[in-house]
């Protein structure tokens, strides 16, 4: 009997290792990423427009390498992502856990979470991920432009916390969920945010998202509530357009931002596309102190071989308060830059 159970144990481990190894060939572990570097010169030669990313005035910089795994096993995945580099590290959250000791690390991770479908409408998904929230990325990839608008820069970079996605059709899901504060590992003030998404592709070429975080960070003067619209629409083969607008408010007239973004582009060629951001971007007073508007205009170029992409940009800003410099300190309302950009995915 004691003979009969051990093979019939042995059996099943030898099935189940069979049934491992032949998914894990079905769906292998899936590796990609990116490299980015840049050179931006300012006319006014002063860092004037501090939105995130390619800040260095003059400079040949870095951007960072994205390093991604993906798997998935059954009904049961995960995403890790890491990053190196001004990009990741300095520019999109600067340490790991907010420790002393920490404070140095040269990495900065940009996914890391874990997901499990329970059917084929509901997955649950549990870490730290990118944003929910607006239309613009970190990674360099996953945008047109190589500068950032206004709004990705102060909205959050990425949610650490769990949530449940429900597709009710093929058009329609809704994402509800609990986070920390923005754009940390751990919060240390507890659970504090709720977010929802709710997600509609109303016909072929045309999706919208309409987001919502709400909650108070640790340290805030108020409780704050982002709502958000992004929607992309592929009108041709070859024209898409793009729309981000967000109002975010912290209670007690305790500041917030409001604004808009445009995009449209243009592929000509498969190795040449251009796009054109417009935004407007407005601070919210705190207190008595006024916040100020900013208006940008960004053109940005596409040209693509092989897994590299050249992106030229002419970008001109314009601030309601004198508060750019010129080349000789004095103050104006004005400033411009042009940048290359060379960006290779894999």
Same mark, same amino acid.
């Given at each position: 009997?004691?003979?009969? #159970? ?12 069979? +049934? ?32 995130? &990313? ?6 040949? +910089? ?29 520019? +999109?959250?600067?340490?790991g856990d907010g420790t ?6 040269? &990495? ?18 549990? @870490? ?5 929230? /607006? ?11 190589? +500068? ?15 949530? @449940?996605?429900?597709?009710? #059709? ?25 977010? *929802? ?7 072929? /070429? ?11 960070? *640790?340290?805030?003067?108020?409780d704050g509530s982002l ?30 931002? #409001?604004?808009? *973004? ?31 508007? &900013? ?5 940005? /170029?596409?040209?693509?071989? /092989? ?10 800003d314009n601030r309601s ?26």
């Amino acid at each position: 009997m004691k003979l009969k #159970s051990t093979l019939l144990s042995l059996s099943a481990i030898a099935f189940s290792s069979v +049934s491992y190894a032949q998914e894990t060939e079905k769906n292998p572990l899936q590796f990609s990423g990116s490299v980015d570097t840049y050179f931006k010169y300012d006319f006014q030669k002063q860092p004037n427009i501090g939105t995130s &990313f390619a800040n260095d005035q003059n400079s040949i +910089s870095l951007g960072m390498i994205d390093l991604a795994l993906k798997k998935s096993t059954g009904k049961a995945s995960f995403v890790g992502e890491v990053s190196f580099g001004p990009r990741g590290q300095y520019q +999109s959250l600067l340490n790991g856990d907010g420790t002393e000791a920490n404070e140095k690390n040269s &990495f900065h991770i940009q996914n890391l979470y874990v997901n499990y479908a329970v059917d084929d409408k509901l997955s649950l998904t549990a @870490g730290f991920m990118g944003t929910f929230i /607006g239309y613009e990325v970190i990674s360099p990839v996953g945008n047109f432009n190589y +500068s950032t608008s206004y709004l990705f820069s102060n909205g959050p970079f990425q949610n650490a916390g769990i949530k @449940g996605t429900y597709a009710f #059709s093929s058009k329609v899901s809704l994402m509800l969920g609990l986070f920390n504060d923005w754009n940390t590992y751990k919060d240390v003030n507890g659970v504090s945010h709720f977010g *929802a998404q709710l997600s509609v592709a109303p016909v072929e /070429g045309w999706n919208a998202y309409l987001n919502v975080l709400t909650g108070r960070n *640790a340290g805030a003067p108020g409780d704050g509530s982002l709502f958000d619209l992004t929607t992309s629409y592929q009108a041709t083969e070859k024209v898409k357009l793009g729309l981000n607008a967000a109002d975010y408010t912290i209670s007690g007239s305790n500041g917030g931002y #409001s604004g808009a *973004a445009l995009y449209l582009q243009n592929t000509f060629t498969k190795a040449f596309s251009l796009g054109l951001r417009g935004e407007y971007f407005k601070t919210k007073d705190v207190q008595e102190v006024k916040g100020e508007s &900013f208006k940008s205009v960004t053109l940005s /170029g596409n040209f693509k071989t /092989g897994g590299l992409t050249f992106i030229p940009e002419v970008r001109f800003d314009n601030r309601s308060d004198k508060l750019f410099a010129k080349s000789d300190l004095t103050p104006t309302k004005n400033a411009s830059q042009f940048s290359l950009a060379a960006v290779y995915a894999f």
